[in-house]
């Protein structure tokens, strides 16, 4: 592949860049008191080396009425010494760093911010439903002076150009929508004064720290809200941006009340805004950054090579793999870790470990140590040991690839014909292909690192008295759990697993449990032209998945017209049918061909009696140990592969 446009340099005002990819602003948690902490510029230095042409550090307060201990400020000058130490270190590390100027308005909250909140009208956001105080001419004033006074910090500080985060509903945002601003004044009504604020905010930090200072404008393209704003309007605003002294506009899109789409997850094709920055690029004469799960290096040449945008900036692709850039540079593509926009984690701020939730930063479910790669170096074993893996799953590979780069010797036996287990069976749904392939990329990676891969085998005790480990890992998954419903013997009965394995079916199809392993089900089922009826206990269907993906969930039980029955309880299954009880009361639901048993999973472990009696050390991992999700198998894998 080549990747001829996206490491060709580029140029945003006068700051000169070594290649086309930006790391996006992301949140991530990781300042303390809003003070930039080690863990924060070990951060930011792992993916300048990774070799990205640009960090832009995330959304930083310009004032206390957004102030969030966990969140970086520049609202004062006792913040320019961390701030200092991170720019030197990335500049050291051979990169180039921006930050995000902020301010939250009604999107926020008085416990948070220790201050009532402000917006340009008294609007409460639908998320936080805290009303805020409608800002005022002289509080207009002074928050531009913040911006500006913030921005000059940040060139004090070192940073090589500032952004303006006018996207996502935050204040600026606010001000230029009609969703949020129904002033009457000169900062209301007209697209022209609700753009007012920003250009007054770009315009004071270009009278402040200099026309050669650079100025990107982050802007939502869509809103997605009834009475938000639309491309036609950002398309008619960014000139008015460019002309106040913007020196790049970076498009995103979604807010918080449509997250689904400022944070897509996998159920959004790759690159899915480069459509409207194209728009934009058509509009200004100035270089336009596209953001919007742009995971693949092809993706991005084709949009800077098609003149969709300038540049592309990497969000959650820099979570999963700090040296996405450099790998994709050296030609090292199937050695890049994915990201699959599970948002399992980095938004849910679901963690693998107690000692994960402590201001180390967004964890990924494809690289679980994200934050603390300093801590994970896979230094070589202190002994060589002779180590068996038993079970090809993701928790199985983890370890195995681990433990084999720090040096020992590694045979991993799987019981089936290939590596994957319960993460490639998850992919075989038409929005979770790239599940799939990130299960059999985990497989190569696992083949490329030297371990010894035997297929098709079932470890007893004979085999192990042959390969003779020292230690021994049992990742040895689950299995399905099948509730003792009266019936559930019958032939047409199967388990989630089957339909995603390919067993045939019938063509009506009832699922008990519509949690995410049932809704995968259904999915593949509503592909295939069957009709799935869902039966689930409790008071919704995919409860436990994350808000950016339950839309995509709903949206699917509605497009296929899929019923849908919950608080509800399958009491029997019968040949043709089943009973249901719903509120004390029963009923049947007949011509039913296939009944799909989706209620959670068991834990399997056949090994580790055996291990104690043979006086193997042995440890026991991923759903093996209890069932989970994937993100703690992976974690888990990484864990055992640095103790031994």
Not at 460 to 467: F, K, N, T
Request: aromatic residues 6%; proline residues 6%.
């Amino acid at each position: 592949m080549v990747l001829k446009h996206v490491f060709a340099p580029g140029r945003i005002g006068t700051l000169e860049l070594k290649n086309r990819f930006v790391l996006a602003p992301m949140g991530s948690g990781m300042a303390q008191e809003e003070m930039i902490t080690d863990p924060f510029i070990n951060y930011h230095v792992l993916r300048a080396k990774g070799g990205v042409g640009l960090n832009i550090v995330e959304y930083t307060a310009v004032h206390p009425t957004t102030r969030n201990a966990n969140i970086p400020s520049l609202y004062h000058d006792c913040f320019i010494p961390g701030m200092q130490k991170l720019t030197a270190s990335v500049h050291e590390a051979g990169g180039k760093i921006g930050v995000q100027l902020w301010h939250a308005g009604r999107q926020t909250s008085s416990k948070t911010t220790g201050q009532p909140i402000i917006a340009p009208s008294a609007i409460p956001n639908a998320v936080y439903r805290e009303m805020p105080l409608e800002m005022s001419r002289e509080s207009i004033q002074e928050i531009v002076e913040a911006f500006g006074d913030a921005a000059l910090r940040a060139r004090l500080a070192g940073f090589d150009m500032i952004e303006l985060h006018g996207a996502s509903g935050y204040l600026l945002n606010q001000f230029m929508s009609p969703y949020s601003n129904i002033r009457q004044d000169e900062y209301g009504g007209t697209l022209p004064n609700r753009a007012r604020f920003a250009v007054e905010v770009i315009r004071n930090i270009k009278q402040k720290t200099g026309a050669d200072f650079p100025v990107s404008y982050r802007i939502t393209i869509n809103e997605y809200v009834q009475g938000g704003l639309l491309p036609e309007d950002i398309i008619e605003v960014c000139p008015l941006l460019e002309e106040a002294g913007a020196d790049v506009i970076h498009v995103t899109s979604g807010m918080l009340e449509t997250v689904h789409e400022t944070i897509a997850p996998l159920e959004k094709p790759p690159g899915f805004n480069a459509v409207f920055s194209e728009r934009i690029k058509q509009a200004v004469r100035i270089p336009v950054i596209v953001v919007g799960r742009i995971n693949d290096a092809a993706v991005a040449e084709d949009i800077i090579a098609s003149g969709q945008a300038d540049f592309v900036a990497l969000g959650r692709t820099l979570i999963a793999d700090p040296a996405f850039c450099r790998k994709a540079e050296e030609g090292r593509i199937d050695e890049i870790i994915k990201c699959i926009g599970c948002n399992q984690s980095c938004i849910s701020g679901q963690r693998p470990d107690p000692e994960a939730s402590r201001n180390y930063g967004p964890v990924c479910l494809r690289n679980p140590v994200t934050g603390r790669e300093y801590l994970f170096t896979d230094e070589p074993a202190a002994e060589t040991k002779r180590i068996l893996v038993v079970g090809g799953g993701a928790a199985g590979m983890s370890a195995a690839i681990h433990l084999q780069n720090r040096g020992h010797q590694v045979t991993l036996c799987e019981k089936s014909d290939m590596l994957g287990g319960q993460l490639y069976l998850a992919g075989q749904t038409p929005s979770k292909r790239e599940m799939a392939e990130s299960a059999l990329q985990m497989g190569r990676e696992t083949g490329r690192s030297g371990v010894q891969i035997i297929l098709n085998t079932t470890v007893d005790p004979e085999l192990i008295d042959s390969l003779k480990p020292d230690e021994v890992i049992i990742a040895t998954g689950s299995v399905p759990f099948i509730p003792d419903i009266p019936g559930h013997e019958h032939s047409h009965v199967k388990t989630a697993h089957d339909i995603l394995r390919g067993e045939t079916t019938g063509n009506r199809i009832a699922i008990i449990g519509g949690g995410l392993v049932g809704m995968e089900a259904a999915e593949l089922l509503v592909s295939q032209g069957k009709q799935p009826i869902i039966v689930e206990m409790q008071d919704e269907v995919a409860k436990e998945l994350v808000p950016s993906r339950k839309v995509f969930a709903k949206e699917l039980i509605a497009k296929h017209k899929i019923p849908v029955y919950v608080q509800t309880k399958c009491i029997s299954i019968s040949e043709t049918g089943i009973t249901l009880e719903q509120t004390g009361a029963c009923f049947e639901l007949d011509g039913i061909d296939t009944v799909v048993i989706a209620t959670g999973s068991k834990s399997l472990d056949n090994l580790s009696s055996i291990m104690e009696l043979k006086g193997v050390p042995f440890h026991v991992i991923g759903d093996a140990f209890r069932p989970r999700k994937a993100l703690e198998a992976i974690y888990e894998g990484v864990r055992v592969g640095q103790m031994i």
